[in-house]
Nanobody, 114 residues
Framework: QVQLVESGGGLVQPGGSLRLSCAASGILLSRYIVNWYCQAPGKQRELVAAITAGGSTNYADSVKGRFTISRDNAKNTVYLEMSSLKPEDTAVYLC????????WGQGTQVTVSS
């Protein structure tokens, strides 16, 4: 059974940083593309960042230079390092693995507010 568990969200002031984690069981993240999405209230889910099995990364224009996606194969975990956070980054962040029919985590809330 595949499980993805996100963690690391919280309340942070503008300009602050957070590190989100997506820990997997039942699937090897190193074999697939892993994506981070965000969904704000009343908005569609948006792709934030992705990392391929080969380690190539891709980012939404809105987060380039501020967010970094990475993977720790030993821990079977993908991270999203978020810095210079803005109020508009406030959303639920979810990881998605592009394997078989695809797998979603439950999400972690990020709130950027003073």
């Amino acid at each position: 059974q595949v499980q993805l568990v996100e963690s690391g969200g919280g309340l942070v002031q503008p300009g602050g940083s957070l590190r989100l984690s997506c820990a997997a069981s039942g699937i090897l993240l190193s074999r697939y593309i892993v994506n981070w999405y965000c969904q704000a209230p009343g908005k569609q889910r948006e792709l934030v960042a992705a990392i391929t099995a080969g380690g190539s990364t891709n980012y939404a224009d809105s987060v380039k230079g501020r967010f970094t996606i990475s993977r720790d194969n030993a821990k079977n975990t993908v991270y999203l390092e978020m810095s210079s956070l803005k109020p508009e980054d406030t959303a639920v962040y979810l990881c998605f693995v592009s394997a078989r029919s695809g797998f979603w985590g439950q999400g972690t809330q990020v709130t950027v507010s003073s």
